[in-house]
C-alpha cells in the first residue's frame, strides 16, 4: 500500500515519514503492547520492494466463526462506547479488557440480550451484523477498540461511517466488511455463522438459517487490518523501524 493510501487512514502518518532525519517523541494510546519508542532515521534503502513482495503473496484465507449479535440501522459511537468509558487508556492491558466490558451498553433497552453479560468482560459473540450507517457519531477510536477488546472479529454491514471503517484499518481491531444485502434483516442475534475472508469472494454464512451472503472486497485496507493496525503494518512493510530496533 503506497503511503498516501496509509495517509488516509491516519492523517498524521505523512508527519511521522516526512522528516527521516528528526527523531520525535512517540506514544500512541492506541498501541497496546508497545512502550514509547524514538524513532531512528529511515534506511535509505527503499521499501518498494518489501510492498511489491508482499501484495505479490496469495492472501491468506481468513475464517472467524461463533455466534451473531444483529443490530439495526445507525448505530453511533454513543451506543458503542459511551463517552464517560473514553478515560480508559487501551495501551494499558487492564483497561483494555476493561474498555470491552463496556462494548455496546449503550444500545437502548430495546436490545434484549446484551453484548457482553454484566460481570463478563468477554462477548460470546464474535460476529456483529449492522444495517446502515454502523458507527456513525464522533471519530473516537475506542469504538472500534472496544469491539476488539471484547473479543469481536468481524462487523458485517450494510454501510459505514467512513470514519468507523478508517479507525477499524487504523487500529487493526476488527474487520469492517461491506454485505451487498440487508443481512440484518434476515439474521437473528445467536444465530451460527462463518465469515471467510478470501480474495475477490468473501462470503458470510449463517448456518442457522442455511443461507449465504457474499459480501464486497475489503480491498488494501485488508492487509493493514492483517498486521495489527496501520503502524504495525508499516512496520512490516519498512516504512518505520521496528519497535525492537528503537
Known amino acids: ?4 493510501s496509509l495517509q488516509s487512514l ?15 517523541s512517540f506514544r500512541s494510546p492506541f498501541l497496546r503492547f508497545n512502550s514509547s519508542f524514538t524513532p531512528k532515521p529511515l534506511s535509505t534503502r527503499s521499501s518498494s520492494s518489501l510492498i511489491a513482495r508482499s501484495a505479490a503473496e496469495p492472501q491468506e484465507r481468513k475464517t472467524f466463526h461463533g455466534l451473531c449479535y444483529v443490530v439495526g440501522d445507525n448505530i453511533d459511537t454513543d451506543q458503542i462506547i459511551p463517552a464517560e468509558f473514553l478515560t480508559l487508556v ?5 483497561e483494555y479488557e476493561k474498555l470491552g ?26 460476529i456483529i451484523i449492522g444495517g446502515e450507517n454502523f458507527g456513525c457519531g464522533s471519530s473516537r477510536e475506542h469504538a472500534p477498540v472496544c469491539l476488539g477488546a471484547a473479543g469481536a472479529k468481524a ?7 467512513r470514519i468507523f471503517f478508517r479507525n477499524s484499518v487504523a487500529t487493526g481491531e476488527v474487520y469492517p466488511l461491506d ?8 439474521c437473528k442475534t445467536g444465530d451460527v455463522a462463518t465469515v471467510e475472508l478470501r480474495e475477490g469472494d468473501s462470503v458470510l454464512i449463517n448456518h442457522t438459517t442455511g ?24 512496520r512490516k512493510a519498512g516504512m518505520i523501524p521496528s519497535a525492537a530496533a528503537a
Open 1 to 4: 500500500m503506497a503511503a498516501s
Open 10 to 24: 491516519n492523517p498524521t502518518f505523512s508527519q511521522t515519514l516526512a522528516s527521516p532525519n528528526t527523531s520525535p
Open 90 to 94: 487501551p495501551s494499558n492491558p487492564d
Open 101 to 126: 466490558s463496556y462494548a455496546l451498553i449503550g444500545l437502548p433497552a430495546s436490545y434484549k440480550d446484551r453484548f457482553v453479560q454484566p460481570g463478563e468482560m468477554k462477548t460470546k459473540y464474535s
Open 155 to 161: 462487523v458485517v454491514a450494510q454501510s459505514y461511517a
Open 179 to 186: 454485505s451487498e444485502v440487508r443481512v440484518c434483516d434476515e
Open 211 to 234: 443461507k449465504e451472503y457474499k459480501l464486497k472486497p475489503i480491498g488494501d485496507a485488508g492487509p493493514v487490518i492483517d498486521a495489527g493496525g496501520i503502524f504495525a503494518y508499516a
